[in-house]
């Protein structure tokens, strides 16, 4: 076998576990900061859960801060680009509509990432790496965005003129949708409807509720 190919092989395969590792490293931490919240887990907590150690934890991440942003950075971007597939929309209140839809499909298809983005409390600043007020990265400013491009179009009713009234609004209409389904889905005394049929004709409710 040629030495350099077996080198690169060897490259190759070691590359390929460092991103298993960190990613099982993440994932670990995801459920951790979610379960037992962020103050209360610790690098040598994490390290027991995944049967590591926690110098192997601390070669891939040098703090507990630098997991949150990377889980931060990963699960908002994630986030962003879900709803972005519907961008290219023209119409933004059919844009807001569907948006709405979209965010309950990524809060009941991923709901570890929801619970650790929306469900979650975190200390100050803990939101490094998330580009704040851009909407290709930043889902709340992408909202807001629709919701000014909505206001702007002239037909939304007159007391509905502030971007960020609507888009909260919109944001914990959806919130509760997923929310709900999170923490209480197991619950067989309530009849759940499906959640995406659900937000579906909640999404319907709130755009009619808006329009002159």
């Known amino acids: 076998m040629n030495h350099s190919a077996a080198g690169f092989g060897s ?47 601390y070669h ?14 990963l699960d908002f971007r994630a986030l962003a680009a879900a709803l972005q597939r519907i961008g290219k929309i023209a119409d933004p209140i059919e844009r807001l509509r569907r948006m709405g839809v979209a965010y309950v499909e990524f809060g009941v298809t991923h709901p570890m990432p929801y619970q650790f983005m929306f ?23 992408f909202l807001r965005e629709t919701c ?5 179009s002239g037909r939304l009713r007159p007391e509905f003129q502030d971007a960020e009234e609507v888009a ?13 389904r999170i923490a ?4 067989q005394a309530i009849p759940w409807r499906d959640a995406r049929a659900t937000a579906a004709s909640a999404c319907d409710a709130l755009v009619r509720g808006l329009l002159r």
């Open 119 to 141: 469900m979650t409390r975190r200390p100050p600043g803990a939101y490094k790496g998330v580009a704040h007020g851009d909407p290709g990265e930043d889902a709340y400013a």
């Open 11 to 57: 490259r190759e395969r070691r590359e390929r576990e460092r991103i298993d590792t960190r990613q099982k490293i993440l994932s670990a931490a995801r459920e951790l900061f979610v379960r037992l919240g962020y103050e209360a887990t610790t690098m040598r907590a994490l390290a027991r859960a995944i049967e590591y150690t926690p110098t192997a934890i």
């Open 148 to 152: 000014a491009e909505a206001i702007a």
């Open 168 to 180: 909260q609004m919109a944001w914990a209409a959806m919130h509760g949708v997923v929310a709900l």
């Open 60 to 73: 891939h991440f040098e703090s507990k801060e630098a997991l949150l942003t990377e889980l931060s950075m």
């Open 184 to 187: 209480k889905g197991d619950d």
